[in-house]
């Protein structure tokens, strides 16, 4: 999936080793069917026209329903085609992520943290977990902290200006990056999903989405390094936060 993953497990058991081969074999799997840097794949022969939706592994067409659903309920900055071309990545890294989750609770696992490029999966705690500041390479912007996260970043620190406006074509270019934690019990998946559709939106209009969302809590790093967060934020984080963050508008 052209990105790296990792696990830490504070209870490893007698089954989490076997856990961790099934995990290495999964991802492999899904890297097979859905990854666009592999032109064998089939998402990739899907989005050539070499193959049909119905000839394609089952788990497409329910990653691609997934995707619909996302952009639906986030007026339509998310798409699986992203500048046209067919690329469901922005579900399948944190869907991955999840199924790796997955995995390690059915070996018995309540204490680890899965992370998929970024995008992080956590059980039991507290973790603290470090978003990296897009303008200001090893640098962190904040440190995160708290049970049971699901935490999602979309921005420019790793491969620039990639994120599309999927209403103009053009790349979005009003943030410099955008964290979502998701709600109590909702997944790496969707959060990461929200996440890069929230990028898509732009400062105001992704926080006033991200605060309507049950749960669901922001922080913005806009290009000039400027920080904005929704209300509830403060509660992952330490409690004195830098004196250049901003309240995010209502």
Request: net charge negative; proline share 9%; aromatic share 6%.
């Amino acid at each position: 999936m052209g990105t790296v993953f990792s696990i830490a497990v504070r209870d490893p058991g007698p089954d989490t080793p076997e856990a961790v081969r099934r995990i290495a074999e999964r991802l492999h799997r899904i890297d097979a069917v859905f990854s666009t840097y592999r032109p064998d794949s089939d998402i990739s022969r899907l989005g050539r026209g070499e193959l049909a939706l119905d000839d394609c592994d089952p788990e497409v067409r329910t990653v691609l329903a997934a995707c619909r659903q996302v952009a639906a309920e986030t007026d339509g900055y998310f798409t699986e085609r992203p500048g046209g071309r067919l690329d469901p990545s922005g579900w399948v890294k944190g869907w991955a992520v999840e199924e790796a989750a997955r995995l390690l609770r059915a070996a018995g696992a309540r204490q680890f943290c899965v992370n998929g490029g970024g995008d992080v999966q956590t059980s039991g705690g507290p973790w603290r977990l470090g978003i990296a500041h897009p303008g200001q390479p090893g640098m962190l912007a904040a440190v995160l902290s708290g049970s049971d996260l699901a935490v999602a970043t979309s921005g420019t620190a790793e491969r620039g200006a990639h994120i599309l406006d999927p209403h103009t074509g053009r790349p979005a270019d009003g943030l410099a990056s955008l964290t979502l934690v998701g709600a109590p019990g909702t997944g790496i998946a969707r959060t990461d999903a929200w996440a890069t559709a929230a990028f898509a939106m732009g400062p105001d209009r992704a926080l006033a989405w991200a605060a309507r969302q049950p749960g669901v809590e922001a922080l913005a790093v806009l290009p000039d390094g400027t920080k904005r967060w929704t209300s509830g934020l403060p509660r992952h984080l330490p409690p004195s936060g830098p004196a250049d963050w901003q309240p995010a508008p209502g």
